[in-house]
């Protein structure tokens, strides 16, 4: 006979998985759901984007790059710098 605290921890998994179970297929459910109705709301024609390097050119985003780097480390930079670095 098995203890009373392995039965017990067989019976926290058991209703653990049963109820992580059911909450992810209703969420599953509901994006479903959700999916259908724009479906239905916009018809069923696929959205097509471009791809981000054909609607923006190289050029823009290095310029865009370069001043993510520079907000990033600017500080930083500034300090060495100022350090003769």
Do not use: C
């Not at 017990?8 to 459910?29: D, H, M, P």
């Not at 109705?37 to 097509?48: C, L, T, Y």
């Not at 907000?71 to 003769?84: H, P, Q, V």
């Amino acid at each position: 006979m098995i203890s009373i605290l392995t039965q017990e921890r067989i019976l926290g998994f058991a209703l653990g998985s049963a109820l992580t179970g059911a909450v992810v297929f209703e969420n599953r459910r509901q994006i479903h759901r959700s999916i259908t109705e724009v479906n239905a709301k916009f018809g069923d024609r696929p959205q097509i984007m471009k791809p981000v390097v054909q609607r923006q050119s190289k050029f823009e985003i290095a310029h865009l790059w370069n001043k993510a780097v520079d907000k990033t480390f600017g500080t930083m930079i500034a300090y060495l710098s100022s350090r003769g670095w």
